[in-house]
């Protein structure tokens, strides 16, 4: 067999091998017998390494001018066209999703990329009329320094694009770990940076696990900031160890979103909508459509159709043009799923469909599992409640608009919601009364623009938005400037407005 491909780290505009020597394979979840490549796994060492040269770095990346910097980040985007079927096709390998979602996952750090590289030549502070005559007031940006980045696996490339191309057009320098079972996508688009002329040590990163690289770079005192998206189980944990040294931190954290379908909705298009949303990405989205609130009037109708569609559902390998659910991530999440299909169960909600790891035949050497739909379920129910991140969906019956919004926004979290409805009035007062930082009428609850804001309330978020302009804010701090050109003491200006 061939030996399989070694990837490196990125410090200082090198690839090198962690000080250990030590690396980690990555594996195809659709087929265990495929090793994607070795990864370098790091430790704290790697991470000092890493900052340093970005500390190195940060002092003439933040002179360079914003619309040159944003000339090396548009000839990133053109670099990532032209390798956009290849980093699509890398990606499906290592975590599973089909190359139609892989291929929208590199569209959209595309999308950021020349979106972000724009702000080069905007990045708008503002200039305001001071009290005094002869004197100018403005704000302006500056950069943080060295950001510090901590990435999932679900989203391998457009996740990474987020944070690191609103830092770098903002003058800031990059350290990023990537996640464990996606390293591939990060390298290839830290690959596209330096191509594209990214100067030395500007962009590093360092392959390995939360707590050899995670915990050391969330810690080190010369990271500015942290800006993290994973489970909010460990944001919380991000948060503490920022707190304890006043390091600004941007978190992105769980979801568990909901599609409420009024009596008066295009049943086909909600159902389309659910089965998207609750089976894409096998389910593994933050904005997975994981509930349904479903009006007891079509309840039935709508139930029986959802459940014949998700039967129906192509499960296999996600680079087979036929298939249209690939595997989950990874063993630990298989069993994560099983674990909520049996506390379903017990809890009495009613197993409609799926419910089994698909084991025989091609399946066997993948983590597949079926579409699972819940029906009947209380909102109390912890399948109601929790984030499985999974494909499984539970649909909870409700007698109206208002019952559904009172589901809608009874969990702890508060990414994402959608309402498909025909009345123009409900659906702005669900647009109004949804806690959520996302909310779509007559779509499903996945698919972001990378010009609007992206985020989540309560469990979900810390207040920041990813992208949109308000990327912007995450990774600079604002500057108040004051020039007086009067020549005379603050004294003399305020005598002069009296004598006006
Ligand atoms: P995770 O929290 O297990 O891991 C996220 C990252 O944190 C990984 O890179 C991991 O290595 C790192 N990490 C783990 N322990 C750490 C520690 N002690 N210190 C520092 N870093 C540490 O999440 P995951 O399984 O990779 O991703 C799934 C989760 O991400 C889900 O909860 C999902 O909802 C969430 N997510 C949220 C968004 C969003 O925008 N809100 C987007 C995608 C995924």
């Not at 040590?201 to 050391?216: E, F, H, I, K, L």
């Not at 409640?385 to 109206?400: A, C, H, K, L, N």
């Not at 990813?466 to 600079?476: C, I, P, Q, R, W």
Request: include cysteine.
């Amino acid at each position: 067999m061939a030996k399989p491909p070694v990837f490196n780290n990125f410090i200082d505009g090198q690839w090198v091998p962690c000080r250990s020597g030590r690396t980690f394979e990555n594996r195809n979840p659709a087929d265990q017998d495929e090793i994607i490549g070795l990864f370098q796994e790091s430790s704290e060492a790697d991470v000092n390494d890493a900052v340093d040269a970005a500390v190195r770095a940060s002092q003439k990346w933040r002179l360079f001018p914003a619309p040159k910097r944003a000339e090396i980040l548009f000839r990133a985007a053109e670099l990532l066209i032209r390798h956009k079927e290849e980093f699509a096709r890398g990606m499906t390998r290592e975590m599973g999703k089909v190359l139609t979602e892989t291929r929208g996952d590199v569209q959209e750090a595309i999308d950021m990329t020349f979106y972000m590289a724009g702000e080069g030549r905007r990045m708008f502070g503002f200039t305001v009329p001071s009290e005094l005559p002869n004197k100018w007031a403005m704000s302006v940006r500056m950069p943080l320094g060295v950001c510090g980045m901590i990435t999932p696996w679900n989203f391998p490339m457009a996740i990474p694009s987020w944070k690191m191309i609103p830092a770098l057009v903002a003058g800031n320098t990059v350290v990023i770990k990537s996640a464990e079972d996606t390293p591939l996508s990060l390298v290839h688009f830290c690959k596209t940076l330096e191509e594209a002329g990214i100067p030395r040590g500007v962009v590093n990163m360092v392959s390995g696990t939360g707590p050899a690289v995670g915990a050391p770079l969330v810690r080190h005192p010369d990271v500015a900031m942290i800006s993290f998206t994973g489970s909010t189980e460990v944001g919380q944990e991000v948060a503490r160890m920022c707190a304890s040294t006043h390091k600004r931190h941007h978190l992105e954290m769980g979801g568990k979103n909901i599609i409420m379908v009024m009596e008066d909705a295009d049943l086909e298009l909600a159902i389309e909508g659910a089965l998207w949303g609750g089976f894409g990405t096998s389910g593994q989205r933050c904005t997975a459509a994981s509930r349904l609130a479903v009006h007891k009037h079509v309840y039935k109708e709508f139930a029986r159709k959802f459940i014949d569609r998700a039967r129906h559902l192509r499960v296999g390998n996600g680079l087979d043009k036929k298939v249209e659910m690939g595997p989950v991530i990874n063993a630990a999440q298989l069993e994560t799923v099983s674990r909520y299909v049996q506390i379903g169960k017990d809890e009495g909600a009613r197993l409609a469909t799926g419910g089994n790891i698909l084991a025989k035949g091609s399946y066997k050497r993948g983590f597949f599992f079926e579409p699972t739909i819940f029906l009947d379920a209380d909102p109390e129910m912890r399948i109601a409640r929790e984030e499985i991140f999974g494909p499984v969906v539970t649909v909870i019956p409700v007698d109206g608009l208002e019952e559904a919004i009172q589901v809608g926004n009874s969990v702890d979290y508060g990414l994402s919601s959608s309402i498909y409805t025909s009345d123009v009035n409900k659906a702005f007062v669900a647009i109004r009364d949804m806690f959520t930082g996302i909310v779509y009428v007559n779509a499903s609850t996945i698919g972001a623009e990378v010009h609007l804001p992206f985020g989540g309330t309560k469990a979900t978020g810390n207040g920041h938005r990813e992208a949109g302009h308000a990327a912007l804010d995450v990774f600079t701090e604002w500057k108040a400037v004051y020039v007086d050109f009067s020549g005379k003491l603050q004294r003399a200006q305020i005598d002069q407005l009296e004598d006006l």
